[in-house]
């Protein structure tokens, strides 16, 4: 157990969004600019995503059962998914109100300070996407990682709503406004779209990334010049948790000991080559 698990990085990623909920909800009031409110909107989303994704980490350290003999892991995946629906749902809201403010556009008020908030908000969540990063990364956490992905594709669109409302304020195309909007309403659909990917790969099973397997199969191939071969490598992973099995041939008149001492082996250079994976082998004869 590392010092920072999973849930305290959780907790960071709900803390950022009460603070960026409060900073964009004041750009927004002091500029009346539906940009910043669908800015602000898609914080309420960052909210009730990190939220879930505290509900769900909280699950996955709960040791197997008997229901659940491999554990809890896949629980981050519906987080994820979670997540992706709620950004869905904020992409539909913000397309519906830039489609109105643009059939019908405002003035924007007092767009220096509404951005300097806006921009202060959109420092924090770029610090905090880069720790959930790297802490996705380090504890194999698909939580964690969707949580950054969305917080960046946050910073991006702020970045273009602050844009967005400094032209208008230059030009005074008060159509920048709301076409910025809707251009944000369909950019976070998309990253909607990658989280739900990945939600249902994760669900069904999808196995390692091509490096884990290669790697995996260069431990085998190591092994193959004591006249033993191997079939049936099957790989998936489950959250923060990865699964190998693997069936190891040997010649038939090796002695069930030898044989097991041979798995053995197998097992303990696999877990080397791919760490945290938990590793099933099979004995069978050469046909």
């Known amino acids: 157990m590392t010092l920072l698990d999973r849930h305290h990085f959780a907790w960071l990623s709900i803390a950022a969004a009460v603070a ?81 403010r643009l059939m019908a556009p405002r003035p924007i008020e007092s767009p220096g300070w509404g ?22 990364e380090r504890l194999n956490s698909i939580a964690l990682r969707a949580d950054s992905r969305h917080l960046m594709t946050d910073v991006w669109t702020s970045v273009g709503v602050i844009s967005g409302v400094a032209l208008v304020a230059l030009t005074g195309w008060l159509v920048l406004d709301p076409l910025i909007a809707l251009a944000v309403g369909l950019h976070i659909a998309w990253e909607a779209k990658a989280l739900l990917k990945e939600s249902v790969d994760g669900l069904m099973d999808l196995s390692l990334d091509p490096l884990a397997l290669s ?39 090796w002695t069930v000991r030898r044989g097991h001492d041979l798995l053995d082996e197998v097992e303990q250079a696999l877990e080397e080559a791919l760490p945290g994976t938990e590793v099933t082998t099979h004995l069978e004869p050469l046909p």
């Not at 809890?72 to 809201?93: D, M, P, R, T, V």
């Not at 951005?115 to 996705?136: D, E, K, P």
């Not at 049936?232 to 959250?239: E, P, Q």
């Open 215 to 253: 790697r995996a199969e260069t431990v085998l191939s190591g092994f193959r010049a004591r006249g033993v071969d191997f079939d049936h490598l099957r790989t998936r992973r489950a959250g923060a948790s990865s699964f190998l099995q693997v069936v190891v041939l040997v010649p038939g008149d």
């Open 20 to 100: 960026t909920i409060a900073l964009k909800t004041l750009a927004w009031q002091l500029t009346g600019s539906v940009g910043l409110l669908s800015d602000a909107l898609e914080s309420f989303v960052n909210l009730a995503g990190a939220s879930f994704a505290l509900w769900m980490i909280l699950i996955t350290r709960d040791p197997p059962d008997g229901n659940h003999p491999f554990g809890h892991g896949k629980a981050e995946y519906f987080s994820s998914g979670f997540e992706g629906l709620l950004i869905l749902g904020a992409s539909a809201g913000i397309v519906w109100t830039a489609v109105d």
């Open 115 to 136: 951005l300097a908030w806006s921009a202060s908000a959109t420092f924090l969540n770029f610090v905090v996407a880069r720790i959930l990063a790297r802490a996705g």
